[in-house]
């Protein structure tokens, strides 16, 4: 039986073409829809508070500019559509303040709110401020903007008598400024403690309802899923051509590259249906972020493989396999419960909503990942320096030199990682925020990239296998190869000659060997 030679290069040509109509399919568009549904009323500020939406949005296009779709129309805007607040039946007896909708960029923020005498700041008006005349009690305190005429937008509803639902005035808010934009639902009566709202609003950019933030992210995917299948096209060719030479390892490799195109087409896929509805498609982001999860998952394990001499220098893992496997699948589900909580759902352009103990223990099993390659990276070198296999050792140090500088960058991103969050509280920096995820894809590509260049198959795949001619034995100990073959025991006549002595010579002879030369 032969190998279509032409198989896999047809394949990535037909995936590229596929790619390629899915993208005509939707156009290159960049806001989102905010539902609510029952979401109560927090204490926050001296008032009672919902987090709305905060969205980066880019400021309307020019009217002259001419686009050919209906989302992609030129308008930025945040529009509010049905927003009713709901009380009990029980305070209906008796009317309300005003239940106020605030939106706001957010280099506007210190006009919302205000302290007596330097005290704490309070979103309503206090006593305090009262008397100091700037504002009446039980009102929400908010200033126009010196900068953005007009600006903070804020305007309200009350409830009659027996009125159980109080509905806001539809109103479409345009943007004519490019900046991070909060909106807040606020009231100050304390009759309304358990007070729902429900409801949409709709945020948009020019182009479409991605959030700016997320909006260069479409891009990026799109260029990423064009580079897998630029690679895609080289591995799987030298795979067709020398099928009969691959190794276990490369197979391995095969897999990450296929899962990740996979993963690059879906995130692809996924923005875009995000920026067409202005709502995430849950089930294609679960699906984009689980083929993320395994594809990660795998390339540690085929890392930490490799750095063991798996298919190299030794034919398995032995008593290390059920620990490799457990170390794997906890990372698959410690990486799957971020990945969820991160994306699943997630509209707001805000840094982050994953908390601590979701985040430590992917940043544990990575560096004990690290830690566990590196060890039996040194293990490794030293054995095929020790038994002069030149041909391993080479690919071995180009192996080892590229897992450095990945470590050393990984290390230093991290800490830009902190700074940039550090000292971005408000996510003023939304239009540079894309680059932190998109980094640690390209990290991870030119990584792959490596080892696809120094174990490409080819013709000679072989010399880098495992080889039992008997120069490649091994102990069985779970941690740690021996080099040399330990010698067999002494006969029972040697060990009984009175010159005997339970020393073996430096140079690796036994007893027995050494009193053969004497009697010479």
């Known amino acids: 039986m032969t190998w ?12 590229l073409w596929v790619f390629y109509f899915a ?17 109560r009323f927090v204490s926050k500020g001296g008032a009672l508070v919902v987090h709305g939406g905060s969205e980066g949005i880019y400021s309307s296009a020019p009217a002259h500019h001419n686009f050919t779709s209906l989302t992609a129309n030129g308008d930025s805007y945040i529009r509010f559509e049905k927003v009713k607040f709901r009380r009990d039946k029980e305070f209906a007896n008796i009317s309300s303040g005003l239940v106020h909708a605030i939106v706001f960029e957010v280099e506007d923020r210190q006009m919302i709110g205000g302290s007596a005498y330097g005290g704490q700041r309070a979103v309503c008006c206090t006593v305090d401020l009262a008397k100091l005349g700037v504002c009446s009690e039980g009102e929400i305190i908010h200033r126009p903007s010196t900068e953005n005429p007009g600006w903070p937008q804020v305007f309200g509803v009350s409830f009659g008598l027996d009125e159980v639902v109080a509905t806001l005035p539809s109103k479409s808010i345009e943007i004519t400024k490019t900046g991070m934009y909060n909106l807040y639902f606020i009231h100050c009566d304390p009759n309304l403690k358990d007070l729902v709202v429900e409801g949409k609003t709709i945020w948009k950019n020019p182009a479409g309802y991605l959030p700016g933030r997320m909006a260069p992210l479409m891009n990026f995917y799109g260029f990423m899923s064009f580079a897998f299948v630029i690679l895609g096209i080289f591995w799987f060719s030298q795979y ?29 896929f996924e923005y875009a249906e995000f920026n067409e509805t202005g709502i995430r498609p849950i089930v294609i982001t679960m699906w984009a972020v689980t083929f993320g999860s395994v594809k990660r998952t795998v390339a540690r394990l085929i890392i930490l493989m490799v750095s063991m001499g798996y298919g190299v220098v030794r034919p398995t893992l032995g008593g290390l396999t059920s620990k490799v496997i457990m170390l794997g699948v906890t990372f698959f589900v410690a990486s799957e419960v971020l990945e969820l909580v991160e994306n699943v759902g997630a509209i707001s352009d805000l840094s982050g909503k994953a908390r601590l103990f979701l985040v430590l223990p992917v940043a544990f099993l990575d560096a004990f990942f690290i830690l566990w390659i590196f060890t039996s990276l040194s293990a490794t070198l030293s054995k095929l320096q020790a038994r002069r296999m030149m041909v391993k050792l080479d690919i071995y140090r180009k192996f080892t030199n590229a897992l450095a500088v990945a470590v050393i960058v990984s290390v230093a991103w991290i800490f830009y990682e902190l700074y940039f969050k550090s000292t971005d509280v408000y996510n003023e920096k939304w239009q540079n925020a894309w680059i932190i995820p998109a980094f640690w894809q390209v990290l991870s590509f030119s990584l792959l990239c490596v080892i696809c260049t120094l174990w490409a198959p080819s013709q000679n795949s072989t010399r880098y296998a495992y080889s039992d001619d008997g120069s490649e034995e091994f102990d069985r100990d779970d941690t740690t190869l021996t080099l040399i073959k330990p010698s067999p025991l002494p006969s029972n006549d040697v060990r009984n000659a009175p010159e005997a002595r339970p020393v073996q010579g430096s140079n690796g002879l036994s007893n027995g060997d050494l009193e053969e030369d004497k009697t010479e």
Not at 4 to 15: D, E, I, K
Not at 31 to 37: D, P
Not at 242 to 268: D, H, K, S
């Open 4 to 15: 279509p030679s032409g198989s896999p290069t047809v394949l990535a040509v037909v995936w």
């Open 240 to 268: 067709a051509r020398f099928w009969r030479e691959v190794l276990p390892l490369q197979n391995c490799i095969t897999l990450v590259i296929t899962l990740g195109m996979f993963e690059m087409a879906l995130w692809y």
């Open 23 to 39: 993208c005509n399919e939707y156009e290159i568009v960049e806001a989102s829809v905010h539902e609510y549904s029952g979401e």
